[in-house]
T-cell receptor, first 117, second 111 residues
Framework: DQQVKQNSPSLSVQEGRISILNCDYT??????FLWYKKYPAEGPTFLIS?????DKNEDGRFTVFLNKSAKHLSLHIVPSQPGDSAVYFC????????????????FGKGTLLTVNP | DVKVTQSSRYLVKRTGEKVFLECVQD?????MFWYRQDPGLGLRLIYF???????EKGDIPEGYSVSREKKERFSLILESASTNQTSMYLC??????????FGNGTRLTVT
């Protein structure tokens, strides 16, 4: 039962254009969402997060949008740069929950972004 | 800056061996996690710990155990390694309600 889904295994965009990575979730208890970036042979690096009380969060070139009614979030990267080429993971947590649920993250399978010069 | 250090970048072990993967964090985080990453499967949680000597099973705990005797150290143990445990293992730590910070991973090959 996959609670966090990234349906696009890969995405290719031109340098300078917008990259949009999508993520869907099924667990209505999730209240905190994060995006991680991962280069080969390195651990994932935290990029940006959003709480369920917001619908948008921006940090420089990165913006995350949350549509709770659709259980959908997206990461926008503008403008895309070749150094952004990496695997992007969406993750979710029920931090407001109880027991073990408020500690752990559930990850999607990742989307490989390639930004072409 | 948070530092999560995994003791080995690469390990090669034989089937049936007992394997220890060590992880240390330097930010006094109460939570620590072990994940494995496999192509096409993303990151899957094996075990986590929210306090010293406390542990909780994640999504795929079978074949693994963990130990947390000190706050800064979280060990993953493969009691009898099997070839299907060949994977990238990632350790992470966090404060409750905040993002996980990851180490650089241990690539384990079981032959």
């Amino acid at each position: 039962d996959q609670q966090v889904k990234q349906n696009s295994p890969s995405l290719s965009v031109q340098e300078g254009r917008i990259s949009i990575l999508n993520c869907d979730y099924t667990n209505s208890m999730f209240d905190y969402f994060l995006w991680y970036k991962k280069y080969p042979a390195e651990g994932p690096t935290f990029l940006i997060s959003i709480s369920s009380i917001k619908d948008k969060n921006e940090d420089g070139r990165f913006t995350v949008f949350l549509n709770k009614s659709a259980k959908h979030l997206s990461l926008h990267i503008v403008p895309s740069q070749p150094g952004d080429s990496a695997v992007y993971f969406c993750a979710a947590s029920a931090f407001g929950g109880s027991g073990g649920s408020n500690y752990k993250l559930t990850f999607g399978k990742g989307t490989l972004l390639t930004v072409n010069p | 800056d948070v530092k999560v250090t995994q003791s080995s970048r690469y390990l090669v072990k034989r089937t049936g061996e007992k394997v220890f993967l060590e992880c240390v964090q330097d930010m006094d985080h109460e939570n620590m996690f072990w994940y494995r990453q496999d192509p096409g499967l993303g990151l899957r949680l094996i075990y986590f710990s929210y306090d010293v000597k406390m542990k909780e099973k994640g999504d795929i705990p079978e074949g693994y155990s963990v130990s947390r005797e000190k706050k800064e150290r979280f060990s993953l143990i493969l009691e009898s390694a099997s070839t299907n445990q060949t994977s990238m293992y990632l350790c992470a730590s966090s404060l409750t309600g905040q993002a996980n910070h990851f180490g650089n991973g241990t690539r384990l090959t079981v032959t």
